[in-house]
């Protein structure tokens, strides 16, 4: 980076990030923030399930709760548990630190509140997930906040959005359902330049398949009820991003109150030891049902970012380093066709939700863009007979054998 390039990347927040990790990303996942000569010798971190904790001195726990001393005060402003699982994630998006939070959408409501105040404009993308999308287009304004939104697949068009008074930028990558990728590095490139924070949406990836903060994003949201956590058991999400913004953003999620509980936590971290092995499995098996899906006669089209027919494969081959679990699929009959096949699906589980080691399937017209008007749903590409398919970690054959007979027809 250039000192022009560090210095307005300070401004908008995208310094002091943690320099190149030591260790490599599954080590990172089972180690990081993990207890090492803890009193008791536990190996993993321990459920600290207190709500308030003792100081030996007022000066001390004056300290503690204001940040300027390592320590526990009082849960919501933080927990020996929930740090271990922010040190963690931290490590796994090589980021100056990171936070947790009781769900995604706590994740990101709370940042943007904390970056944001009235007569405050964001720029974002228009292809976000449903409930990002209502925050924005809803709720924001009632606090005379402005949102513009556009398509960051012409960064140029997308970027001429902003104004003199825009603080932030606001996108995701893959993009949900189409698995859409963005060019994160153009657009924080654009983004820095404007000395604009630039915040991604990771959820789809995971740190393990996309280094978001490499890509110039200054801040990388996760539902971490997804990928992260991976077993369909706890709601959570996190952001990472510098120690300043951080500090910022933990400052509101004080007082907004929306904390991950201990227990949360704790199988969060549970979760995120074995995410390289399930993510890496989760791409090979992706690959193996895409590809199956594009030569299955019946199926009229398939998007996974890992097969050459995919708009932005080139793209993704480079910001990628592994292409998901994710696959999305249309067949004929539109919504109706659609539904058919998924309620055929035996082994697959009719489901929201993502990044679970099992297979679930759900239908975008009827679940995530139920509420989108047809004419919106066009333009992002959903097409009526599309199935969006979370593929979990079990044998390809199992799962392309049970979608073979629901495409067939057979009961
Ligand atoms: C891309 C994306 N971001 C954010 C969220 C919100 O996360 P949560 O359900 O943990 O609040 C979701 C949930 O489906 C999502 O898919």
Redesign the pocket.
Known sequence: MSPVKKRSARRAGTGSRAGKAAQGMATRAVHAGEPRNADSGSLTVPIYQSATFSSRTTREMIAISQGRQEGNFYTRYGNTTTRAVERKLAALDEAGDALLFS??????TTSLLAMLRAGDHVVSSDA??G??QSFLLEVLPRFGVEVSFGDPSDPDRFMALARANTRLVYA?SPV?PTLRVLDLLRLGRMAARRKLPFLV?A??SSPVNQQSLKFGATLA??????YLGGHADL???AVCGSRPLIARIRNMRKTLGCVADPHQAWLLARGMRTLTVRVRRQNEVGMEVARWLERRPGVLSVLYPGLKSHPQHVLAKKQLKGYGGMVTFEVRGGVKGASRVADRLKLVRLA???GGVESIVSQPPLT?HLYVSAEARRKAGIRDGMLRLSCGIEDPADLIADLDQALRGRK
């Open positions: 769900s995604g959408m706590a994740a990101i976000i997930y409930n990002a995701e949900n949406d959820t789809f949201i996760h539902s971490a009820t997804k709601i959570a999400g929201p939700s993502l995530s």
